[in-house]
């Protein structure tokens, strides 16, 4: 059972940037699939990017293509997604999770992995 943590979330004015980290408690995510989903108030789990720790494969969604970047620590372990210019309309709770052995064609489905964080809120202001 892998343990996922989310940290970086909090209050950021409109314009400005964030970068979320996620980690796996005594582990680490090198060979995972690792995936950021957001889910705001009232709206379904939307994908954000996911990254193939081999290889350093990415994919995102394609409104959030320029603005963030999801990348890898190889020293930590970790899987962090850099936010910048971001707008009221990101606020939301925002979730990693990991999974091995996924292509990437399936890694905008929630339903493709197996391991998930308990979330951390971002609220941009305006």
């Known amino acids: 059972q892998v343990q996922l943590q989310e940290s970086g979330g909090g209050l950021v004015q409109s314009g400005g940037s964030l970068r979320l980290s996620c980690a796996a408690l005594?582990?680490?995510?090198?060979?995972?699939?690792t995936g950021w989903f957001r889910q705001a108030p009232g709206k379904e789990r939307e994908f954000v990017a996911a990254?193939?720790?081999?290889?350093?494969?990415?994919r995102y969604m394609n409104s959030m293509r320029g603005r963030f970047t999801i990348s890898k620590d190889s020293a930590k372990g970790t899987v962090n997604l850099q936010m910048r210019n971001l707008e009221p309309e990101d606020t939301a709770v925002y979730y990693c999770?990991?999974?091995?052995?996924?292509?990437?064609?399936?890694?905008?489905?929630?339903?493709?992995?197996?391991?998930w964080g308990q979330g951390t809120q971002v609220t941009v202001s305006s």
């Open positions: 990254m193939r720790w081999t290889g350093g494969t990415t």
């Open positions: 005594g582990d680490s995510l090198s060979g995972y699939v």
């Open positions: 999770a990991a999974g091995r052995n996924l292509i990437m064609g399936v890694t905008h489905s929630p339903s493709s992995y197996n391991y």
